[in-house]
């Protein structure tokens, strides 16, 4: 499986936008980035997911750059509940996750 | 919709005692995947199914673990004997479909089984 790096913790005040970054170099072609969260106590949860070009949801943005080898999901507006652990996966069907980066919010 | 249900929420045995999780998918949902997260680490893949057939148990440890999902629909994941490195959360997850080509198919997740084992 592709490796992903990611800062282990990052903070943000409320309301304010969250950029989370991803680095993976050994990207395949064929690899989909997807992003999930966990909130404290909680099963993953899907957030968002792209191949090559930049994609919004009503969760959140993905930016992939252009040689793929990183991207950033960023939160728009953060709020108290976007508090969890935010994982970035490499892959087509099976999802291996790593630690992750937790995110804590600040009111 | 109604999400993925699992059961029990907690749990603590000794070790060697034997335990069984149980997991409902979503309606409609053809794979299932059993994953352990142990404390401060993310969820690990033990066994994924495809309707009622086995996908990917490369990481199950098949001395002791052992999983089932009869007629395609809900599924057991059974440990005998725990260890106490079995000690994690274990979560069930659905998708529509594993493995298709072309959508994209999400994983629903369930609350997860706390096993704690002494």
Redesign the interface.
């Known amino acids: 499986d592709a490796k992903t790096t990611q800062p282990n913790s990052m903070e943000s005040n409320e309301e304010e936008p969250v950029h989370l970054p991803c680095n993976h170099s050994t990207i395949s072609g064929t690899d ?1 980035i997807h992003w ?1 969260r966990q909130l404290p ?6 957030v968002i ?1 792209g191949l090559t070009s930049n994609v919004n949801n009503r969760m959140a943005s993905l930016a992939i750059a252009e040689d793929r080898k990183s991207s950033t999901l960023i939160l728009h507006r953060a709020t108290l509940r976007d508090a969890a ?1 935010y ?1 970035c996966i490499l892959g087509y ?8 980066t937790t995110v804590t919010v600040r009111a | 919709e109604a999400g993925v249900a699992q059961s029990p929420r907690y749990k603590i045995i000794e070790k060697r005692q034997s335990v069984a999780f149980w997991c409902n998918p979503i309606s409609g949902h053809a794979t299932l995947y059993w994953y352990q997260q142990i404390l401060g680490q993310g969820p690990k893949l033990l066994i994924q199914f495809q309707n009622n057939g086995v996908v990917d148990d490369s990481q199950l440890p098949k001395d002791r673990f052992s999983a089932e999902r009869l007629k395609g629909v809900d599924s057991t994941l059974k440990i005998q004997p725990a260890k106490l490195e079995d000690s994690a959360v274990y979560l069930c997850a659905s998708s529509y479909s594993g493995t298709s080509g072309g959508s994209y198919n999400e994983q629903f997740f369930g609350p997860g089984t706390r096993l704690t084992v002494l």
Do not use: C, D, T
């Not at chain 1, 106590?41 to 899907?46: A, D, I, K, V």
């Not at chain 1, 069907?93 to 992750?100: E, H, I, M, N």
């Open positions: 989909y999930y106590s909680q099963g993953p949860e899907y997911h652990v994982y069907y099976k999802l291996s996750f790593g630690a992750g």
